[in-house]
Structures are given as structure tokens and as C-alpha cells.
């Protein structure tokens, strides 16, 4: 099983970025998987967590500008994010099936 993660990169405040984690070993439709984020000062924490089936959960700081989607052809989760902050500067990383990814780097700056 393995997961990577791309799509990172430096962007503005106010910006949009769409992170992908390709899965390959396992189908991503028959799991639930989390986006999670690593500030380069603080531990990881929990961004959102989209279920096999139901309602996608968000933290309070991303909700209404973070939008979990998957792509079952492409084998593929992504993470749309718009209206970007200082504070979403981090390392993001996804969880699915026991697995992590090796992580894209997003940074938020002028």
C-alpha cells in the first residue's frame, strides 16, 4: 500500500490550492481517510476526515474553505483549498487503510 501526496507549493494569503493522494494498493472507495497537517512548530493535527460513506468532518479553522473530494477512477483523494491563511502553512500529509503519505509542503506567504 502506498499513498503520495502532491500539489503543494508557496502561494499567496487568499490563494487556492488542490493537494491529490494517489493511492495505489488499495481502493480508495472502500475507505475512510483523513487530511492531516504538520505546522513546522506544532504536532500534526487533524484537518478533515472523509468516511467510506456519509458527511465529511472538518476542523473549525478549514470549514467552509477546505472541500474533501475523491476521484474513485483516478484512485485519488483530494484536498481543495481556497481562501488560504498564514496558518495553513504546514506539511499535509493523508491516512487511509493503516498508511501514510510522505507528505507536500504548502506555505502561505506574500
Known amino acids: 500500500v502506498q499513498l503520495v501526496e502532491s500539489g503543494g507549493g508557496l502561494v499567496q494569503p487568499g490563494g487556492s490550492l488542490t493537494l491529490s493522494c494517489v493511492a495505489s494498493?488499495?481502493?480508495?472507495?472502500?475507505?475512510?481517510m483523513g487530511w492531516y497537517r504538520e505546522p513546522l512548530t506544532k504536532p500534526r493535527e487533524l484537518v478533515a476526515t472523509?468516511?467510506?460513506?456519509?458527511?465529511?468532518y472538518y476542523i473549525d479553522s478549514v470549514k467552509g474553505r477546505f472541500t474533501v473530494s475523491r476521484d474513485n477512477d483516478k484512485n485519488t483523494v483530494f484536498l481543495h483549498m481556497n481562501s488560504l491563511k498564514s496558518e495553513d502553512s504546514g506539511d499535509y500529509f493523508c491516512?487511509?487503510?493503516?498508511?501514510w503519505g510522505q507528505g507536500t509542503r504548502v506555505t502561505v506567504s506574500p
Open positions: 494498493g488499495i481502493i480508495v472507495s472502500n475507505y475512510s
Open positions: 491516512y487511509m487503510g493503516g498508511v
Open positions: 472523509k468516511p467510506k460513506t456519509g458527511t465529511t
